[in-house]
């Protein structure tokens, strides 16, 4: 059943559009984001799709096509953040922001169905805020520019869903662009998309899912993002984007403990990453990063202590496989690897992954691959 035919039978009316916004995979540069660093992400052909309809009141109705998401309804004159929990969060923190900057949103009623997994790090509620936040910005006649729709699909998962994400997912889910990658930098929020050339290497990017649940609203996320910013406030600086590498050897290490100084350790050395990669994109092409993977998973695992051991598997049978670099991608605590392959290796890879899980008792993985594709636009329909 498609989400037209949804739509009409939950509301009883074909909605006004369907807007579309993809999950994305973080190529490199991990909890880098909310230190206003550099990161790396791609937008994924996996899609959250919204069909949405204004209404003539207040009443705000969310349906999902997905098994277990149940509809929610409230009014937007009595909304407010923490009445409502669960995935409908997402939607109504978008309006609350909208609301709170003072734009004109209508009673609306909305339909969503993903292809996005949900808890396996690709941005899920990332492509579920943006959807509905462009919908939104057209039914309303808003004409906000999709970096403005960046911040305010940040703020609705930070204020209202309780998910202390930087502008990472939002930026990849908005701007992506068909076979590049977005350069974040997170402290002016500019953007330029990076092609990456994957076909044209023959290469291809591996989504190994470990089916290990995360959520970013669990504590170990959020106690991540406070280490840095107590040490950011120990070192004197603004943000660990502002320290060095040559500096980690010096004062960092001498007024940090031991395990914040792993935790600044891994942002100084994941922006110096994204950097080289960049440059190493630019003058040698994909075939040349993998190395560049493998030491950013091998920083979140040792320095920033967020793998876990179905990742630690999923990357290191990846590599014995033959793939030319691995690390995990997302927040971490669970969700998915990404591995840099070879068109022809991507079966052997994706056998030794799932192999390593049978043998070790995880549960069995979902391996894809997923392509560099473009940001949320509306669906013609």
Known sequence: MDILTRFTERFGERPDGVWAAP?????????TDYNEGFALPFAIDRQTRAAARTRADSIVRVASAAAGFAPVEFS???AQPGRIEGWAAYPLGV???????GHAVPGLDIMVESDVPVGAGLSSSAALCCSVALAVNDLAGLELTLEALVEITRQAENHVAGAPTGPLDQSASLLGVPDAAVLLDCRTLAARALPLGLDAAGLSVLVLDTRAEH???????????????????VLGIGALRDLGTEELTG??????DPGAYRLVRHVVTENARVLETVAMLDSGGPATIGPL???????????????????????????????????????????????????DAAPA???????????????????????ASAGAHRVDV
């Not at 799932?354 to 549960?363: L, M, Q, S, Y």
């Open 23 to 31: 999950g994305r995979v973080n190529l490199i540069g991990e909890h």
């Open 76 to 78: 937007l004159d009595e």
């Open 95 to 101: 309006l609350l922001i909208l609301k709170r900057l």
């Open 215 to 233: 959520a970013h609203h669990d504590g170990g996320y959020a106690a991540r993002r406070d280490g840095c910013e107590q040490a950011a406030r």
């Open 251 to 256: 004062r960092a290490q001498k007024v940090l």
């Open 293 to 343: 993977l493998t030491a950013s998973h091998a920083s979140l695992r040792d320095d920033f202590q967020v793998s876990c051991a179905e990742l630690d598997a999923a990357v290191e049978a990846a590599l014995g496989a033959g793939a030319l670099g691995a690390r995990m991608t997302g927040g971490g605590f669970g969700g998915s690897a990404i591995a840099l392959v070879s068109a």
């Open 349 to 371: 890879v994706a056998e030794a992954v799932t192999a390593r899980f049978a043998a070790e008792g995880f549960a069995v993985p979902a391996v894809f691959p997923v392509r």
